[in-house]
């Protein structure tokens, strides 16, 4: 088999008389010291066991990552076919490389365990790698983790990217390090069509290396996403080698799936081949959330150096307005809409320190406003100057404190899987529950550590045993229930809205309650309460419409619409209320009117236990009754 090998990559390039005879040395002693077996080149070839058969694939879906014809499941043939191609003499330019700076991890960690003699096997040059390194100028690597944002169904749970921090660099000069990143390559990044092909693998997923200010101004300006850095341990061995295999891996491209080949799992692989007795990605053979991507390498004892919080350009405005007086507030807010100057008496009236504060967060909301395409005004840009001018003529400072970070990391929330265990009673008869979510959050789960108002939850499923009087019976299964409550005011204009897909049972007009399919959702808005910017407490109100199918329907289905009303209030630390009310108006097909209204409680326990209460009143087909259940969740 080696000398196969030698003589398919000798055909491509002239190689020395003795180069067989050396790849028969260096392939018997690969196999005496059984490296196909080794943990680092699984870990280099993205080796993982197959599901059912004995055996490995590699998730690399790209056909120039494999030498050997059956590298992608063989792990042996595919390292002989990779020391062979180290003879080739193949010069590089700047559309070709040789071998061994292609795949120059894979070289460097193979000449570690072989010791190549230079003489009997050439040593080449990789000035393409060696430019790129040298620009990189590394000297640490930082984890970034961009918070969730449903308005991007790419990035509803979050996402993950690295930094290479340069030597030369300090805090505030971060932004000009590089970032590498894990994307689907694909121009679209919503809709309906994006998650679909996203969940069965159809975009190619490719790694890329960009300027980080890029990124941070994509997440922090337009998307309005608070960002955590964790700063990685890693020695400068280990960083050269993470770099090593994001070079060899730059044209390689793997399918991309939305719920466990993404962006998290595919960053963790790269630390795993960074520091091989790493174990990441074994936890995530299913799905790979990326804030429990986060909390595995937090977990990792002193692998994470320092944490740093760095605020949305949305939530330092918002900072900044809770400082000001509701006069100075409307001001900023006029200044930056271009409806009153600087000259306006109720601008010059203020002491330095305020007309300073008043004039930073009016350029810095004028620019959110550009960002997000929405400013009102024709020449945006000659307004920002206006304002920066005005700004250096007022010599005072506004001092205001820093953006506080949130009491907890995305890394210290809850387990985002979920079991809870109750019981209750419904019309006069008890019911033990059994409720199961893998994955994610909702809105009464505790928000440390998530986006307040996010709900996002994927297979919710519940079964209810109704002992002699029904039996048992499964009550509820949701494969999808998305909420985005984002309060208003007048600087945030946000929509909320909501979807939700599930089978529920219905009550009928026969008293039958079958498991009907329906689709529920509808655009909503919000506020706070009290009247604050930064408070959790909000109150809501939808515009739902629903659609259901069944062949016990009339008409096999039910169409309608009609209002939902809310509040999410944290009466403490550990206390959350949720009152609400909902009432539907099915105008097509099977008629009704229901209506539901009710109280849920929620006290936390710890962060992984919780108990809640939940109260309500429903009305089906004329036919009214009350459910009481109280359930303990445990989250992991």
Known sequence: ???????????????????????????????????????????????????????????????????????????????????????????????????????????????????????????????????????????????????????????????????????????????????????????????????????????????????????????????????????????????????????????????????????????????????????????????????????????????????????????VIRHRLELMSPEEQALAGSLARGLVSEAAPAFTTLSPPAQARVLEVSYDYLSYLRATGSSPVEDPAALSRSILFARSRVGAGADDPPVPAPQARPDQGHGTSRIAVGGGRREGANFVELRVRPTYHDLMDPDEGYVPGAQIQYLDFAVRDYSGVIGARVEEITPVSLISISPRNEFFEALSWKLDVSWARRRLADGSEPLVFGVHGGPGVAWTLPDTLRSKNMVYAFLDSTLQVDTRLENNYALGAGPGIGALIDLTSRWRAEPYARAQWFFAGDTDTPWAAGLRLRYTLEREWALRLDLSRERQEKQAWNTVLLSLHHYF
Request: charged content about 25%; overall charge negative; hydrophobic content about 40%.
């Open 1 to 315: 088999m080696a000398r196969h090998w030698v003589f398919f990559f000798c055909l491509l390039a002239p190689c020395g008389a003795s180069a067989a005879t050396y790849l028969d040395e260096l392939v018997a002693r690969s196999r005496e010291l059984r490296l196909a077996e080794r943990s680092e080149w699984h870990r280099l070839m993205h080796y993982v066991p197959n599901l059912v058969a004995p055996g490995v694939h590699s998730l690399a879906d790209a056909s120039r990552f494999f030498l050997a014809p059956d590298g992608k499941t063989d792990p042996q043939s595919e390292l002989e076919a990779t020391l062979a191609a180290f003879f080739s003499d193949t010069q590089e330019t700047q559309e070709v490389q040789n071998a061994q700076c292609a795949f120059i991890a894979r070289y460097h960690w193979l000449d570690r365990q072989l010791a190549f003699d230079g003489a009997r096997m050439r040593s080449q040059p990789c000035k393409r790698f060696d430019d790129w390194h040298k620009a990189l100028n590394p000297q640490g690597v930082t984890l970034i983790f961009p918070a969730a944002y449903l308005n991007n169904p790419a990035s509803m749970y979050g996402h993950t990217l690295l930094r290479v921090d340069a030597k030369d660099q300090d805090e505030t000069t971060r932004l000009l390090a590089y970032s590498i990143n894990f994307t689907a390559n694909t121009d679209a990044r919503g809709g309906v069509a994006f998650t679909i092909k996203a969940l069965i693998g159809s975009y190619p997923g490719t790694f890329s290396i960009m300027p980080y200010y890029l990124k941070v101004r994509e997440y922090s300006d337009l998307e309005n996403r608070d960002i955590w850095e964790y700063e990685l341990n890693l020695s400068p061995e280990e960083i050269d080698r993470l770099l090593m295999h994001a070079w060899e891996l730059g044209p390689i491209h793997f399918d991309y799936y939305f719920f466990d080949e993404n962006c998290a799992y595919h960053l963790l692989a790269l630390l795993e081949a960074a520091r091989p007795d790493l174990k990441l990605t074994e936890a995530f053979r299913w799905w790979a959330i990326p804030s429990d991507t986060v909390r595995e390498v937090v977990k990792q004892k002193g692998f994470v150096k320092s944490t740093l919080f760095r605020p949305s350009n949305a939530t």
